[in-house]
Nanobody, 126 residues
Framework: QVQMVESGGASVQAGGSLRLSCAVS????????MAWLRQVPGKEREGIAS???????TYADSVKGRFTISQDSAKNILDLQMNDLKPEDTAIYYC????????????????????WGQGTQVTVSS
């Protein structure tokens, strides 16, 4: 059973930075697509960054140039470095994953992941 646990959410001022981490356990496939998504209550969930086992990363336009997704495969950790945070970045952030070569090749922010974490709250005040 795949488990994903996020940490690092907090309240920060606009212009500040945060680093979210996601500890991943229980997977057995070396081919995967992992992603960070976020959701504001009452709005649709938004994929903001993805990365596959080859290290190919994609970003939503809303975070490009400010957020960086990275992975430590040895430690099974997925990170999201968020810089120059804006009030509109306020949301619950989720890490998620889908396994298999088929999904690794098609990895992107529009993918609907199979496994999800419980979410971590990020609040950015102006």
């Amino acid at each position: 059973q795949v488990q994903m646990v996020e940490s690092g959410g907090a309240s920060v001022q606009a212009g500040g930075s945060l680093r979210l981490s996601c500890a991943v356990s229980g997977y057995t496939d070396s081919k995967y697509c992992m992603a960070w998504l976020r959701q504001v209550p009452g709005k649709e969930r938004e994929g903001i960054a993805s990365i596959n086992n080859d290290g190919t990363a994609t970003y939503a336009d809303s975070v490009k140039g400010r957020f960086t997704i990275s992975q430590d495969s040895a430690k099974n950790i997925l990170d999201l470095q968020m810089n120059d945070l804006k009030p509109e970045d306020t949301a619950i952030y989720y890490c998620a994953a889908t396994y298999g070569r088929f999904w690794s090749i098609r990895c992107g922010i529009s993918l609907s992941p199979t496994y999800w974490g419980q979410g971590t709250q990020v609040t950015v005040s102006s």
